[in-house]
Nanobody, 121 residues
Framework: QVQLVESGGGLVQPGGSLTLSCAAS????????LGWYRQAPGKERELVAT???????NYADSVKGRFTISRDNAKNTVFLQMNSLKPEDTAVYYC???????????????WGQGTQVTVSS
């Protein structure tokens, strides 16, 4: 059993900042890739950023230069620092973990429950 628990969402004014956190716990052997995705009303879920165990990162063009993804491998935790937020960043943000579990050593993808980020004045 693997759980992803997110925190840090909320309401912020345009130009403001928020930091999201997500901790993976349970029967984990190794977390290969951690990432953040988002889904705005009426739109498909889209990639925001990912980070590998080695620290390689990938960002959506729309957030490059504004968002920073980082991780604490010892705690299986991923962070998303969001600066210069825009109204178009409003969405439910989902944590994603590509990991190998410690029971069957199977590689699967897991999702958090989502956290709302609203950028509005």
């Amino acid at each position: 059993q693997v759980q992803l628990v997110e925190s840090g969402g909320g309401l912020v004014q345009p130009g403001g900042s928020l930091t999201l956190s997500c901790a993976a716990s349970g029967s984990i052997f190794v977390v290969v890739v951690l990432g953040w995705y988002r889904q705005a009303p009426g739109k498909e879920r889209e990639l925001v950023a990912t980070i590998t165990t080695g620290g390689n990162t990938n960002y959506a063009d729309s957030v490059k230069g504004r968002f920073t993804i980082s991780r604490d491998n010892a705690k299986n935790t991923v962070f998303l620092q969001m600066n210069s937020l825009k109204p178009e960043d409003t969405a439910v943000y989902y944590c994603n973990a590509d990991l190998i579990d410690s029971q069957r050593y199977a590689r699967n993808t897991y999702w958090g429950q989502g956290t709302q980020v609203t950028v509005s004045s």
